[in-house]
Every structure is written in C-alpha cells, then in structure tokens.
C-alpha cells in the first residue's frame, strides 16, 4: 500500500508569511495528488486537486506543486481564516490513502 | 449548490449493525461516483469506501472488508453504508462525499458528517 507522510505535522506561523507543506508518496504516483483543508468542527474542503490544479472558488493564494513522490502546497500569504488542518490524499490507487495532517496554527 | 446530508449515527453496541444514508441534491447524482471517508475522534482522515456511479463497482478499506457495504439508489439520490460486525475502532465521524469527474478522483464534496459510536 502507498504511505502518504507530510511535514511538518505541526507548524505556527503569522499572517502574511509564506507557509509550505510538504507530502511524499511511499512510490510514484504520477500527479494524483490532492489537498483539503479542514478547519475545528467543520467537514474537509477540497483545495488543490491533480497535484496544481486549483478547485473552483479556492483563493489564488494557494498552489500546488510536484509530481512521483514529492508534492507542495503553498499558501503565498497566510490570511486568518487559513488556519486550520491540512491533509494530502493520494488517488493513484484504490486506496486513496491521506497523509496525516498538518496543523497551521497562528505564532 | 451540492449538498450532501448524511444521517442514521447512533451509539451501537460491539456486534451491532448499523446503516448510514446520504441524501445527495443540486448536481445529477447517477453522473458521479460517491465515497464514505470516516474520522474518528480527534484523528486523521480515513477513506472507508468507493461506489461507481451506476453501482457496478465498489472499493473497500481493509479494515472495514467483508463488514462494511456500500449501495446507492439512483433513482432517490441516496448513498447508503451498511455497516455490520461493528467495532470500537469503527468509532469515527462518517462523511459522504462526491466524486470530481470521470477521469480522476478526489473528493470533491463533503457532507457534515454523522456521528457512529460504537460502545458498551
């Protein structure tokens, strides 16, 4: 089975820093990569799938990047309402398997 | 708008039974394949289940194999999960969520969520 493991699991930054995230894939899943976003008591929000490609309505401040094993997600200027949970999720296979988060929490 | 609403969470004993409904609006819903991902308390995300948008094909975790079913009625626009052999570790939030396209997957839409507890 494809191991999907982030870093950092946690991180405190301010608004309007630069955050990266980074997954990487156990083997090669070509570009099937995707990112949500989760805030408390909410369901999970689909932000980037296809590795770069940006979901409808997500704001241009976040990007995605990378392909085989190594993927980004970047959000260029942190605003408040971006902190929250963030998981990558791999649909290379029939597993869909998802990193184990990362918490963006405010420094 | 696309809303998904799950419902039929309930606490169950180890053993019990249980089944799940998502009634799904605002997009053609035979056109999409439909997933349950579940997230037990203060956890990560797990992806449970896969059924294909006519119901032909159907993809299981591991750890819910041979106890768990997925089905659909396309004709109410519902997803449902039967799910038996309950455990604790099934314990966790359940979402439904819709497939993006044809040609890739992800999970595109999510539901709120209901709550299973399974417990003595």
């Known amino acids: 089975d494809i191991q999907m493991t982030q870093s950092p699991s946690s991180l405190s930054a301010s608004v309007g820093d630069r955050v990266t995230i980074t997954c990487r894939a156990s083997?090669?899943?070509?570009?099937?990569l995707n990112w949500y976003q989760q805030k408390p008591g909410k369901a999970p929000k689909l932000l980037i799938y296809?590795?770069?490609s940006l979901q409808s309505g997500v704001p241009s401040r976040f990007s995605g990047s990378g392909s085989g094993t190594d993927f980004t997600l970047t959000i260029s200027s942190l605003q408040p309402e971006d902190f929250a949970t963030y998981y990558c999720?791999?649909?290379?296979?029939?597993?869909?398997?998802f990193g184990q988060g990362t918490k963006v929490e405010i420094k | 708008e696309v809303q998904l609403v799950e419902s039929g969470g309930v606490v169950v004993q180890p053993g019990g039974s249980l089944r799940l409904s998502c009634a799904a609006s605002?997009?053609?819903?035979?056109?999409?394949?439909m997933h349950w991902v579940r997230q037990a308390p203060g956890k990560g995300l797990e992806w449970v289940s896969l059924?294909?948008?006519?119901?032909?094909?159907?993809y299981y975790a591991d750890s819910v194999k041979g106890r768990f079913t997925i089905s659909r009625d396309n004709s109410k626009n519902s997803l449902y999960l039967q799910m038996n052999s309950l455990r604790a570790e099934d314990t966790a939030l359940y979402y439904c969520?819709?497939?993006?396209?044809?040609?890739?997957?992800?999970?595109?839409?999510w539901g709120q969520g209901t709550l299973v507890t399974v417990s003595s």
């Open positions: 969520a819709k497939d993006i396209v044809d040609s890739y997957s992800c999970f595109q839409h």
């Open positions: 605002g997009f053609t819903f035979d056109d999409y394949a």
């Open positions: 059924i294909t948008w006519d119901g032909g094909s159907t």
């Open positions: 083997q090669s899943i070509s570009n099937y």
């Open positions: 296809a590795a770069s």
């Open positions: 999720q791999e649909s290379y296979n029939t597993k869909w398997t």
